[in-house]
């Protein structure tokens, strides 16, 4: 079964500052990896998509299929940025599920 | 506003009641996904449907249900409602069958007492 972890619910950082959001998925096929922000009060938005690794609000996700792991970074933190992050996995090919299969979500607060 | 709508936006019930909780999907997209919200459990797929069929099926209970409509809206039936039920309910949508990425409406927040 699919699993994605992301080890800190909680995660403070300085503006500025580098943030990196951890997340590790179990799935023994290829899976497509997804993070969403959820800033408060509104609608899951998605931030990034491994497979068109595009870079937005200045953040990058490099899926690392030795590790497992696609964790999402930028270099300098925003306090705009302070939100919950989700890290999803969609299996990929074969029938064409659409299951997305969330992490428990990280809440990343910036501070000034 | 051509995103994905939800309706209602809030819910408060009492335990053994039925509600219904509707979506309408993005202009053009054809598959309907429902989630659950909730502390405990995080964020849980429900249910897929893709042109009005059921396609995939997560941790769904057996006292709710869902259809998709021919003009593609979504509505998921919770009935005998528990405390437990008490959740945000989200409604996503997308254009295929479900390797694309899930467009997501605002919730519907449900709360049982």
């Known amino acids: 079964a699919q699993r994605v972890t992301q080890p800190e619910k909680l995660l403070s950082v300085f503006k500025g500052a580098p943030v990196e959001l951890k997340c590790n998925y179990s799935y023994s096929g290829s899976p497509e990896l997804f993070w969403y922000v959820q800033y408060s009060r509104q609608r899951l938005q998605l931030l990034l998509r491994h497979i068109s690794r595009e870079s937005i609000k200045g953040f990058t996700a490099d899926l690392n299929k030795g590790e497992t792991s696609f964790h999402l970074k930028k270099p300098f933190a925003q306090e705009e940025d302070s939100a919950m992050y989700y890290c999803a996995c969609l299996r990929a090919g074969g029938t064409s599920y659409g299951k997305l299969t969330f992490g428990q979500g990280t809440i990343l607060t910036v501070h000034p | 506003d051509s995103g994905v709508t939800q309706t209602p936006k809030h819910l408060i019930t009492a335990t053994g009641q039925r509600v219904t909780l509707r979506c309408s999907p993005r202009s053009g997209d054809l598959s309907v996904y429902w989630y659950q919200q909730s502390l405990d459990q995080g964020l849980q797929f429900l249910i897929q449907?893709?042109?009005?069929?059921?396609?995939a099926k997560g941790n769904i209970l057996e006292r709710f249900s869902a259809q998709q409509f021919p003009d593609l809206h979504s509505e998921l039936n919770l009935s005998s409602l528990e405390l437990g039920d008490s959740a945000l309910y989200f409604c996503?949508?997308?254009?295929?069958?479900?390797?694309?990425?899930?467009?997501f409406g605002p919730g519907t927040r449900l709360l049982v007492l």
């Open positions: 996503a949508s997308s254009v295929g069958r479900g390797q694309e990425t899930q467009y």
């Open positions: 449907y893709y042109n009005g069929e059921e396609r």
